[in-house]
């Protein structure tokens, strides 16, 4: 009789055991967050200002893109200028043409340094 008592007791004081350990567990991780409405609008507020983070980083690369195509193709003109179409083009458009690539040069490291991608793509079709 007391074998099955103490395997009584002995099963009784198990679940105490375990559920002290829940216990300590749940202390050890802070107490368990709730969702709320607020928690859902404040997730819906960080997830929107993410996305609008994104479009921006992207807006932004497009515009250094669209920067960078035109210098790009100051340089390789010019270089084309100089050898490749040489011998088909005057000496007086050559002239011109350096100008207005030495002059969209300036540009870029001036007044167009930080422009919208519309005027760098503007900006090139106008070169071409």
């Known amino acids: 009789a007391e074998v099955q008592q103490n395997g009584q007791q002995q099963a009784e004081d198990r679940p105490e055991e375990e559920e002290q350990k829940k216990e300590v567990k749940d202390s ?3 107490p368990a967050p709730m969702e709320t409405g607020d928690a859902e609008a404040d997730k819906k507020q960080q997830d929107s200002a993410k ?9 932004e690369k497009e515009r250094i893109d ?26 007086v458009d050559k002239e011109k043409f350096t100008r207005v690539l030495h002059e969209t040069e300036n540009w870029l490291y001036e007044e ?5 991608k519309s005027v760098y793509v503007d900006r090139l079709q106008s070169l071409k």
């Not at 167009?112 to 919208?116: A, K, R, S």
């Open 51 to 59: 996305l609008k983070m994104i479009a921006a980083d992207r807006h």
């Open 66 to 91: 669209a920067r960078n195509a035109v210098e790009e193709y100051t340089y390789e003109m010019r270089g084309k200028l100089s050898e490749e179409f040489s011998p088909f083009i005057s000496d």
């Open 28 to 30: 050890a991780n802070g």
């Open 112 to 116: 167009g340094e930080d422009c919208m």
